[in-house]
């Protein structure tokens, strides 16, 4: 047999290996309803295989694919891969401090506003950069950003806004654009938890300078580990690039060489005349780059992300009619005006004069096999990791503590079946009217 006999037969056998796996029945009650979960097939399968048999490693041609295709289909006009949402996150608002953005980049002590709820990651990047985040309440409407706090709060120094689209519903994109552009500041979408969200038809992801992405199996599609970066600007896309890899100057793909032609030509700082281009450090940088098989698996994902979506908008609509009999104590999701989220989860928030307590619906739905997940760092000012960083709170975050107490939300994923849904919905339910 030649090698791409060999390949059909390899891909033949896995392809059998993968239908043979058990598909158990659904039972309420036993079956665990996950919060969030992976939806992958064959098509992974096959093209893991085809990274392995490749023994290529490292980023190579399934990266750029991934790359070039993850871009189009969100309409911008580079997307760099990277090894998580928090690295893409680290990545963003480290280049904003590039020396190669002059007077533009963010120097020590500059701050940025960020909502205090919401993923750690989001915020740490902005204290490892040495800048100072400036924390603002949210919305009990969005979860989101509130716009007029944001404005209240700008201060001399602030001059970059990183907020993510809380679980999939976008913030109110226009006000923050609209004081982002006002001061000429910049903006960072944190896109890991609504990618396929629209605000007026378009992709949120594309309205920030820079925007991330997350690919972790929680999210709306999967790499495994992974994440992404995204932006227009080719300056911003090259700082990114370099963060990324070891803080390089050279643009040459992993194990490509020269292809500028002037590798040994060009002077660097006190370097000497010619040194190797290869081992000229633009930045301070990391190694956040990922593998080819997680590029793969992306590669396989990216074609079913839009049906993906829809199933997401599909099972929040579900919940939403579902839990209706449950709505004099618990406070349910709404789009923000304007807006398609592609949802990540089902926020719900325990009502003050519900009778009980948010502890006592996720231990008891956690008890009849329906996942929970809190809003992540509910305050992160109150997480021990932040204890004695430096930041500046502008006003009360009545809110966001409202939202540590009261919210939590559970599962849409494309994964889980009509049943599951309904299984959850009946659960939620019977405890409110008990409860009531
Ligand atoms: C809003 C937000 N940003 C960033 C991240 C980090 O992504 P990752 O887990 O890929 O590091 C998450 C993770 O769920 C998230 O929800």
């Known amino acids: 047999m030649n090698r791409e006999e060999l390949e059909k037969e390899i891909l033949a056998l896995a392809e059998r290996h993968f239908e043979s796996a058990e598909k158990p029945a659904f039972v309420p009650g036993k079956t665990y309803v996950p919060a969030s979960g992976k939806v992958v097939g064959i098509e992974e399968l096959r093209l893991l295989i085809g990274a392995s048999l490749d023994l290529w490693l490292t980023a190579g ?61 989001t915020v740490t990047p902005i204290l490892q950069a ?36 809380t679980l999939g519903n976008p913030f109110e994109l226009d006000a923050v654009l609209e004081i982002a552009k006002s001061r000429d500041m910049w903006l960072i979408e944190d896109n890991c938890d609504a990618l396929g969200s629209l605000h007026g038809g378009k992709k949120t992801g594309t309205f920030g300078h820079l925007a991330t992405f997350s690919f972790y199996p929680a999210h709306h599609m ?44 060009m002077s660097f700082g006190e370097l000497p005349r010619g040194y190797d281009h290869k081992y000229v450090y633009a930045h301070l940088g990391y190694n956040l780059k990922s593998t080819d098989f997680s590029a793969a698996a992306g590669c396989a994902q990216l074609p079913k992300l839009d049906g993906f979506v829809a199933r997401r908008k599909k099972n929040f609509r579900r919940l939403l009619e579902g839990l209706s009999p449950s709505k004099s104590c618990l406070d349910l999701p709404e789009a923000t005006p304007g807006t398609e989220p592609s949802w990540f989860g089902f926020p719900v928030s325990v009502k003050e004069n519900a009778g009980f307590s948010r502890r006592d619906i996720t231990t008891w739905l956690e008890s009849k096999g329906v996942g929970t997940r809190l809003l992540f760092g509910g305050n992160v000012t109150k997480q021990p990791a932040f204890a004695g960083t430096k930041h500046r709170i502008p006003g009360a975050l009545t809110n966001t503590d409202w939202a540590m107490y009261s919210t939590f939300w559970i599962g849409l994923w494309p994964g889980l079946t009509d049943e599951m849904l309904d299984h959850s919905m009946d659960v939620i339910n019977e405890f409110s009217k008990n409860k009531n």
């Open 222 to 265: 999967t790499t495994g580990e992974g994440g992404a970066v995204a932006t227009d600007d080719p300056l911003l896309k090259r700082i990114v690039e370099s963060l990324r890899d070891w803080g390089r100057d050279c643009h040459c793909p992993p194990g490509r060489d020269n292809t500028c032609g002037k590798r040994f030509d």
């Open 61 to 121: 041609r399934f990266t750029d694919r991934f790359e070039r295709e993850f871009a189009s289909w969100l309409g911008r006009k580079h997307a760099l891969f990277c090894n998580s949402g928090s690295s893409a996150n680290l990545l963003a608002l480290t280049s904003l401090t590039s020396p190669l953005l002059g007077d533009r980049a963010l120097v020590p002590g500059d701050e940025v506003i960020t909502p205090a709820c919401g993923f750690p990651t």
């Open 130 to 165: 040495g800048l100072i985040p400036v924390y603002v309440d949210i919305k009990r409407s969005n979860l989101n950003v509130d716009p007029e706090l944001l404005e209240k709060a700008l201060g001399p120094r602030t001059r970059a806004i990183m907020t993510a689209h």
